[in-house]
T-cell receptor, first 111, second 111 residues
Framework: DADVTQTPRNRITKTGKRIMLECSQT?????MYWYRQDPGLGLRLIYY???????NKGEISDGYSVSRQAQAKFSLSLESAIPNQTALYFC??????????FGPGTRLTVL | KQEVTQIPAALSVPEGENLVLNCSFT??????LQWFRQDPGKGLTSLLL?????REQTSGRLNASLDKSSGRSTLYIAASQPGDSATYLC??????????FGTGTRLTIIP
């Protein structure tokens, strides 16, 4: 079984809809991250959490919110999706000073 | 601003050759650096992690080096194979437990 899972893997939605992307991990890591990847721009950090009670904005948090429901679960929400949020979204986990491990990604298309 | 750069954006090499991928970063006060591989439309696979106190790390045919003073890291791939074709991403932890990514080098190994 994968250590970091993301659901859904693909999603097509319309402008203005609320969308939630979910991430679960079985690695027991305290740190969790959400990134988006756009062609030519690389991966950019949206939000990150160092433990269940800690939530921090990343480089591009506008239009997004997150919830850390448990150590193993970190969800990303788009309250009102817009077309420029079309991207590949990755969840990652890690421990202090060590490697980050990435999920398989969610491809989101906003029409 | 802390930035990570990977040049070239794309590289084609005949099978069997040794090759070097480059990564440069603007701030020498890094905590660690991680190399990833990404296949088209897929997630990121961690290849090597180098801590700031290390000069290099090896895994099989891969060797990553780190020169903090010059703000550079290289990923050396020995005896390249078609299966090595992928995008290679460099990511730097500048001490804040967040990764800053380069935009990657798309590697094609020609059979």
């Amino acid at each position: 079984d994968a250590d970091v899972t993301q659901t859904p893997r693909n999603r097509i939605t319309k402008t203005g809809k609320r969308i939630m992307l979910e991430c679960s991990q079985t690695k027991g890591h305290d740190r969790m991250y959400w990134y988006r990847q756009d062609p030519g721009l690389g991966l950019r950090l949206i939000y990150y959490s160092f433990d269940v009670k800690d939530i921090n904005k990343g480089e591009i948090s506008d239009g997004y919110s997150v919830s850390r429901q448990a150590q193993a679960k970190f969800s990303l929400s788009l309250e009102s999706a817009i077309p420029n949020q079309t991207a590949l979204y990755f969840c990652a986990t890690g421990t202090w000073g060590n490697e980050q491990f990435f999920g398989p990604g969610t491809r989101l298309t906003v029409l | 601003k802390q930035e990570v750069t990977q040049i070239p954006a794309a590289l084609s090499v005949p099978e069997g050759e040794n090759l070097v991928l480059n990564c440069s970063f603007t701030d020498s006060a890094i905590y660690n650096l991680q190399w990833f591989r990404q296949d088209p439309g897929k997630g990121l696979t961690s290849l090597l992690l180098i801590q700031s106190s290390q000069r290099e790390q090896t895994s099989g045919r891969l060797n990553a080096s780190l020169d903090k003073s010059s703000g550079r890291s290289t990923l050396y791939i020995a005896a390249s194979q078609p299966g090595d074709s992928a995008t290679y991403l460099c990511a730097v932890n500048f001490g804040n437990e967040k990764l800053t990514f380069g935009t990657g080098t798309r590697l094609t190994i020609i059979p």
